[in-house]
T-cell receptor, first 113, second 117 residues
């Protein structure tokens, strides 16, 4: 039973446009959410996180939105750049941070020049 | 920022060999480190939680005697794949979180590509 779901395995976006990556979760105990970016043969790199007490967190071109009632979060990248092409993983845990992260299966983003 | 170093990055060895993978937190202390395994086009699957000074906690289905974890210090955890076989070939990744953690994100090593012939 997947607790964190990324239903789109891939996404293609033109350079300069907005990329929107979606993530849904089922476990209501999750209240800390993260996005990681991963290139082939490398470990994931932390991008941005959000706590359940917020509904939006912004860092430069990256914004994460959280809809707790819908158990849904999304990552917006604007403007998208070719260097953003990678696999993006959504992850969740509880607020204490002491439990392991639960990852989605990832979405492969391709930004086309 | 926080850096996690994982070594080696790639291992190719014969079936029956034991392989040790090191995970170090370079500029922070980590009482807890995590070991993941990733199959092609799949998500990161948690194998075990490594606790400094105590036994690791293994996820269901992960053989403790096959994947030995040692967390002897606040900056080093090791994963030993004992008597590795071709089905153990995979990408292994460790992560660590700073102490005290609160809402600190986990930081990942660059992974180890293990290929058993």
């Amino acid at each position: 039973d997947q607790q964190v779901k990324q239903n789109s395995p891939s996404l293609s976006v033109q350079e300069g446009r907005i990329s929107i990556l979606n993530c849904d979760y089922t476990n209501s105990m999750f209240d800390y959410f993260l996005w990681y970016k991963k290139y082939p043969a490398e470990g994931p790199t932390f991008l941005i996180s959000i706590s359940s007490i917020k509904d939006k967190n912004e860092d430069g071109r990256f914004t994460v939105f959280l809809n707790k009632s819908a158990k849904h979060l999304s990552l917006h990248i604007v403007p998208s750049q070719p260097g953003d092409s990678a696999v993006y993983f959504c992850a969740a845990s509880d607020e204490t941070g002491n439990t392991p992260l639960v990852f989605g299966k990832g979405t492969r983003l391709s930004v086309i020049a | 920022g926080a850096v996690v170093s994982q070594h080696p990055s790639r291992v190719i060895c014969k079936s029956g060999t034991s392989v040790k993978i090191e995970c170090r937190s370079l500029d922070f202390q980590a009482t807890t480190m995590f070991w993941y395994r990733q199959f092609p086009k799949q998500s990161l699957m948690l194998m075990a939680t490594s606790n400094e000074g105590s036994k690791a906690t293994y996820e269901q289905g992960v053989e403790k005697d096959k994947f030995l974890i040692n967390h002897a210090s606040l900056t080093l955890s090791t994963l030993t794949v004992t008597s590795a076989h071709p089905e153990d070939s995979s990408f292994y990744i460790c992560s660590a979180r700073e102490v005290p953690n609160g809402n600190q994100p986990q930081h990942f090593g660059d992974g180890t590509r293990l290929s058993i012939l």
